[in-house]
């Protein structure tokens, strides 16, 4: 069977991975997975899928149900943090993962900006290496999104488990984790943290954009990621 890429979208949800899957889809050929986390997007959030590692165990089974092999996840934000417990379920269907500005982690001296109380104007700010290339909310949007919901239902408060970092070197998969280096939501010190947890990762810095890179800077996190499998064949055994 032709590779399978699973995008993970973060706290933005799902339309800040649509034009990206659409691009990863044209350009690789590849089957490309690019679902809405239940609980988000107005969907109904089954009451089993009390937190992150049901989320993960959700999709490993969704991967067994398709009968889907050589599958690479590819996270971004909450998702990257996803990906991360996907890893460590093992599945042998699941060949590679990438971890694109993940979340998750506690990192001494490099906490998470703390976005409870920002503006989606500040936000903007804090994710992206230029603010003017993300759209201007929609006028009267007020108060946290269901969205934002969704993801504290799922990461807590504050939206990081302390027992991850440890957890990582249990990551049997190849996994390449990738940084916008301007990135105020997770420093890129946060990043390089997060990838030497990682027994197999390697890390690269992505110039000239921010948390969301696949928003941003599409082109430059397509030649990362297709770069980075071809050279490190995750794809295949």
Avoid at 201 to 225: D, K, M, N, Y
Wanted: charged share 15%; net charge negative.
């Amino acid at each position: 069977m032709a590779q399978t890429y699973l995008l993970l979208h973060g706290g933005g949800g799902a339309p800040t991975m649509t034009a990206f899957a659409a691009l990863l889809a044209e350009r690789t050929q590849a089957e490309v997975l690019a679902p809405t986390h239940p609980g988000f997007g107005g969907t109904p959030r089954p009451a089993e899928l009390t937190g992150i590692r049901e989320l993960a165990r959700y999709y490993v089974a969704m991967l067994d149900e398709l009968d889907l092999t050589d599958v690479v996840v590819v996270g971004n934000s909450f998702g990257g943090w996803l990906a991360a417990e996907i890893a460590l379920c093992g599945s042998p269907r699941v060949t590679g993962a990438v971890i694109v500005n993940g979340i998750g982690a506690v990192v001494d001296g490099h906490p998470m900006t703390d976005v409870s109380g920002l503006s989606a104007a500040e936000i903007r700010s804090f994710s992206f290496h230029d603010p003017s290339r993300l759209p201007v909310p929609p006028a009267g949007s007020t108060g946290p999104s269901p969205d934002v919901r969704a993801l504290i239902g799922y990461a807590g408060p504050s939206m990081a488990d302390p027992s991850l970092l440890g957890r990582l070197a249990d990551v049997k998969i190849p996994v390449h984790v990738l940084w916008g280096e301007s990135d105020r939501i997770v420093d890129p010190a946060y990043g390089k943290a997060f990838a030497a947890a990682i027994p197999s990762a390697t890390f690269t810095l992505l110039p000239r954009t921010g948390h969301l890179p696949q928003v941003e800077t599409s082109e430059e996190l397509l030649a990362a990621i297709t770069s980075v499998l071809d050279g490190a064949q995750c794809g295949g055994h």
